[in-house]
């Protein structure tokens, strides 16, 4: 069964700063999928980075990157250059490509960037 | 605007009432998934339908159903409601060429049984 775990409930970041968000998962399927999704305060679910499990390379895309550790079972979110509009929850996902869409989700982080 | 379009917005009933929620996925997308997202149990994935079929399920309670329609829309059914079936309930559609499990949501219809 796939699990995600985020063990960071909440985290505080100053504006400009990086910041890295946990994510670990449980599958011993070879074949998955790591996304992170935002959630503004408004409610809506953005979908922010993917990473495969046969990807060499770490994702990137603008100020996220996806710092994937295989052996750790880790998909960590770093955001770089925080700013204002980044305070949100912060969802990581797997997905197991033998199980159609079943996108699992962690239970968050809520990030608060300080000005 | 992520172009997932779900209605109504937010939904006030009682207990052992009925209720249904609308999804439009986006142009040319032709999966959709519902989600409920509460406090307690977090983001769950409840059903996923692809061009009218269903396609996986999960932890979808048998009092709550779920289709596709012809024109890619879809509705989820809730019945017999309880006090805990008060969630955010989110559609969210897959554009056909991205990775799977890139998902696009709507902003979700929000459900308070009373």
């Known amino acids: 069964a796939q699990k995600i775990t985020q063990t960071q409930p909440g985290m505080f970041v100053q504006e400009k700063e990086a910041v890295t968000l946990d994510c670990t998962y449980d599958?011993?399927?070879?074949?998955?999928?790591l996304f992170w999704y935002k959630q503004p305060s408004s409610g809506e679910m953005i979908f922010l980075i993917y990473q495969g499990s046969y990807d060499q390379q770490n994702a990137t895309e603008g100020r996220y990157s996806l710092n994937f550790q295989k052996a750790r079972k880790s998909a960590n979110l770093v955001i770089s250059a925080s700013q204002l509009g980044d305070s949100a929850m912060y969802f990581c996902?797997?997905?197991?490509?033998?199980?159609?869409?079943?996108?699992?989700f962690g239970q968050g982080t809520e990030l608060s960037v300080k000005p | 605007d992520s172009g997932v379009t779900q209605t109504p917005k937010h939904l006030i009933t009682a207990t052992g009432q009925r209720v249904t929620l609308r999804c439009s996925p986006r142009?040319?997308?032709?999966?959709v998934y519902w989600y409920q997202q509460s406090l307690d149990q977090g983001l769950q994935f409840l059903i996923q339908y692809y061009n009218g079929e269903e396609r996986a399920k999960g932890n979808i309670l048998e009092r709550f159903s779920a289709q596709q329609f012809p024109d890619l829309h879809s509705e989820l059914n809730l019945s017999s409601l309880e006090l805990g079936d008060s969630a955010l309930y989110f559609c969210?559609?897959?554009?056909?060429?991205?990775?799977?499990?890139?998902?696009?949501f709507g902003e979700g219809s929000r459900l308070t049984v009373l």
């Open positions: 142009s040319g997308d032709l999966s």
């Open positions: 969210a559609s897959s554009p056909p060429g991205g990775p799977i499990g890139e998902l696009f």
């Open positions: 996902a797997s997905i197991l490509y033998n199980q159609g869409g079943k996108l699992i």
């Open positions: 599958t011993s399927d070879p074949s998955y999928g």
